[in-house]
């Protein structure tokens, strides 16, 4: 699994890594202040549009026998 590719920031802060998750940018509404926020978000977009966000991925494979 490669890297991403560029996103632009809005994409990415209306985006969760999983169904059940907040996106994003609700996230950051409920857990940071407007000038935290304000900052944090700053801080993302060039990484975001540089393609620069991870994505942690694992697998787990199970196999039973009864």
Do not use: C, I, W
């Not at 801080?43 to 697998?59: I, N």
């Amino acid at each position: 699994m490669g890297a991403p590719p560029p996103a632009r920031r809005e994409e990415f802060l209306d985006s969760a890594g999983n169904p059940k998750l907040p996106r994003v940018r609700e996230a950051m509404r409920e857990a940071l202040t407007s000038e935290e926020a304000e900052r944090f978000a700053a801080h993302l977009r060039p990484l975001v549009e540089a393609g620069e966000q991870r994505y942690p991925f694992a697998v787990a494979f199970l196999r039973a026998v009864k």
